[in-house]
């Protein structure tokens, strides 16, 4: 279960990578304005992962400042019956991880734990391809692949290897105005089906419910993926946020 947990986060911080890369206009691209457009909703199409499926939506407002992944898997690992529904948020530096749902063979282990963390400025940086220097171009072995229509919008396509000591996970997406609309890593895929631009998004949508306990990895010093969080984190009372 833990193993797909991480799954499900290594593709979303693929997505994460795409949505502060390219970009358009003066400000497009920077943490305080990622996108070229306001606002607007992404639904992913399924992909199947080791056995299970793995559908996800992401809303975004303020002009990408603001965005909520909003992630649904279901099906069979290893023998366990899985269906977990996680919500991941990021608010200019910083992002939250919580669940609504975790049942595994039917029993319910969902927790009323949010994992708060920080991401580095220098994170946006690398992830900015339209400003990357040519140094750091040649060192992510970055390619301009031209362009791409995915789910009806003409995207820019890209290629670039983000671990150099592992050349062989290149990764290749393509964004419209930052938007992510594909993003491919091996096996795993992600591909926009539907894209609703300028869709008004309720404010509720970027914030940890009430009632959550608040888990700061940055305080903590903690940077673990949440799925690697000990299943005692949830035995203390929940508090708001």
């Not at 269906?83 to 990021?90: A, K, S, V, Y």
């Amino acid at each position: 279960m833990k193993k797909t947990l991480i799954l499900v986060q290594v593709i979303g911080l693929t997505i994460l990578m795409a949505c502060k890369s390219g970009g358009s206009g003066s400000k497009s691209g920077s943490p305080e304005q990622p996108y070229g457009e306001k606002s607007g909703i992404i639904t992913y199409k399924p992909m199947d992962i080791m056995g299970v499926k793995v559908t996800q939506t992401m809303y975004f407002d303020e002009y990408g400042r603001k965005t909520m992944r909003e992630t649904m898997v279901e099906g069979n690992m290893g023998g366990t019956e899985l269906r977990q529904h996680t919500i991941d948020i990021t608010d200019g530096f910083t992002m939250y991880h919580y669940e609504l749902e975790n049942i595994a063979n039917g029993m319910d282990k969902t927790t009323k734990d949010a994992y708060k963390s920080k991401l580095a400025p220098e994170f946006f940086e690398q992830m900015n391809i339209e400003s990357l220097s040519p140094a750091l171009k040649t060192k992510l072995s970055y390619k301009d692949e031209g362009k791409e229509t995915v789910a009806g919008i003409e995207g820019m396509k890209y290629s670039l290897t983000p671990d150099s000591a592992n050349p062989e996970k290149r990764i290749t997406g393509v964004h419209f105005k930052n938007i992510p609309l594909k993003v491919s890593m091996g096996p795993m895929e992600m591909i926009a089906d539907k894209v609703e631009i300028g869709a008004k998004i309720p404010a509720e949508k970027f914030k940890v419910p009430e009632g959550y306990k608040m888990i700061d990895q940055t305080v903590e010093g903690n940077q673990q993926l949440p799925a690697d969080a000990p299943e005692t984190a949830g035995s203390a009372e929940p508090r708001g946020h």
